[in-house]
């Protein structure tokens, strides 16, 4: 009995504690000044920033948030604040805007404070907003991200280091000193790993790997070979139409498959048959070379560097057959007249012999090996391209299309993944393309390409006219000496500024 009227006075000591503080819950809270915030931060050519670090200061002082506030993709941000009844009221609202190579806003003054409205507890609303251009600065980071990129061209150009390596020794050099250096330093910041991964362009890298899927599998039935069979039986002994046959059908099959890849193909075939016509064999390949890089720049996925300007350009596969099929079939044109012209006395020079007897040699050596896969791949590839044609309607990245195109001829070919996955897709390529990526966004974090496309733009005194003229003419230089798809990878962002 004793302990029960212990344990009731116990309880209603502990409530008279408490009373205190359920009045003081119950009670109204002070009227407040509520503040949103808003901005867009951009560079001076528009493009918004993001990560941008904005700190607030009211009277001088600055604001302490739970949360740091910075830009997002866009360059916009977005802040609350809430203030005691009165604070804003004649107050200097001021930011500052800072971000690893550009240079420091200082504080900027507020100029429109807006009251919003007020509640019917007698809180006060506010809005106000701010956009402001951030000016590029030259930090350590830009040279070093200079040093790297001008390196990994070197180690490629002249065949240092395989060029995969080159790539990845380059984006992970940038990367250890944006988290060693750049830690510490804000200057040493070049970018972070999750502006690394952005970076990468994943439809770039599943286009290319599906491609060279469908490709692998078509390798298979003896496609290639047989198209070149066809091309010696249609000339008829005559080197000069074979020569042209050559050439457009290299042309036409770089056109919807990889150009490097269709070179590899016909490349055996055409040594074959030159050494059956006791021809130089440069006569033919040379051609088929300039055939295959006309052919691919026809349509998107002719070539690795259409595949990079589509994806960064938004560029469908119609963009391209539309504005580059006409002038590809006049430079296709135009190449197998000079060809036939230049290797004339070679061709002059061929041992036909008996004609008959020749295809027939050459039919035992190159046929359709798999014809039933030959029908399958055929149709996959026939609804891949349609695909590739209407992607653009159905707002569909084209590496949709290849993927889904692999795997359906995976699945009804049956051939063993495995051995596709290892032999067939170039990891290497793949792996120098995302390390690429990196490499080349490094150099636009840090001001670089930005410095570059300035550069353009002054030499081009503001003319179209020039600025297309030096691209085309520095880009066909640069190609001969520089692989055209670091070359492309770096020119995309200049381009774009």
């Not at 250096?181 to 286009?207: K, Q």
Request: aromatic share 10%; charged share 15%; with cysteine.
């Amino acid at each position: 009995m004793k302990r029960m009227v212990l344990f009731v006075f116990g309880l209603v000591f502990l409530s008279s504690l408490l009373r205190p503080c359920w009045a003081a819950e119950k009670r109204a809270p002070d009227p407040a000044d509520y503040l949103t915030l808003t901005g867009k931060i951009t560079n001076p050519q528009g493009k918004g920033l993001k990560e941008v670090k904005i700190l607030i200061f009211i009277d001088g002082k600055e604001v302490h948030l739970p949360d740091e506030v910075v830009t997002h993709e866009g360059g916009n941000f977005q802040c609350n604040l809430t203030l005691p009844q009165g604070k804003l009221t004649g107050a200097k609202v001021e930011v500052e805007l800072s971000k690893p190579s550009f240079k420091t806003s200082g504080r900027i003054a507020l100029q429109h404070i807006l009251e919003d409205h007020r509640d019917a507890k007698g809180n006060i609303y506010y809005v106000a907003h701010v956009e402001s251009v951030l000016p590029r600065t030259i930090t350590p980071a830009f040279w070093i991200a200079t040093i790297v990129l001008l390196g990994v061209y070197v180690l490629i150009a002249f065949e240092l280091l395989h060029r995969t390596l080159a790539a990845l020794i380059g984006a992970a050099l940038m990367l250890l000193i944006t988290y060693t250096a750049g830690t510490f330093y804000p200057d040493y910041f070049i970018m972070s790993f999750e502006d690394a991964m952005r970076a990468i362009d994943m439809n770039v890298i599943f286009l290319l790997m599906a491609m060279m899927i469908i490709v692998g599998v078509m390798k298979k039935t003896g496609i290639f070979q047989w198209l070149a069979l066809k091309s010696f039986e249609f000339a008829k002994g005559n080197v000069f139409v074979l020569a042209a046959v050559l050439m457009f059908v290299t042309a036409f099959t770089s056109a919807f498959l990889d150009n490097v890849t269709t070179m590899l193909l016909i490349t055996p075939v055409t040594i074959e048959i030159c050494r059956v016509l006791k021809v130089n064999p440069l006569s033919l390949m040379l051609p088929e070379v300039f055939a295959s890089n006309v052919g691919g720049t026809a349509t998107l996925i002719g070539d690795p560097p259409n595949i990079m300007i589509g994806s960064y350009a938004n560029l469908t596969f119609v963009d391209f057959v539309r504005n580059l099929s006409i002038i590809c079939l006049i430079g296709l044109a135009a190449s197998i007249l000079y060809y036939l012209w230049y290797f004339r006395k070679d061709y002059g020079k061929a041992d036909v012999g008996d004609v008959k007897e020749m295809i027939r040699k050459l039919r035992e050596e190159f046929k359709i090996t798999d014809r039933k896969l030959l029908n399958i791949s055929l149709l996959v590839l026939g609804i891949t391209v349609f695909l590739f044609i209407i992607h653009g309607a159905l707002h569909m990245e084209p590496s949709i299309a290849a993927l889904m195109g692999a795997g359906a001829l995976l699945v009804l070919s049956r051939v063993n993944i495995v051995e596709m996955l290892e032999q067939e897709i170039e990891w290497p390529t793949l792996i120098f393309f995302m390390m690429l990526f990196v490499v080349v966004a490094g150099a636009e974090q840090t001001g670089l390409i930005q410095v570059i496309a300035d550069w353009v733009a002054d030499m081009s005194k503001g003319s179209l006219v020039i600025a297309v003229v030096m691209i085309l003419w520095v880009s066909a230089i640069a190609s001969a000496f520089i692989d055209n798809i670091p070359f492309t990878a770096t020119m995309l962002p200049i381009v774009a500024y």
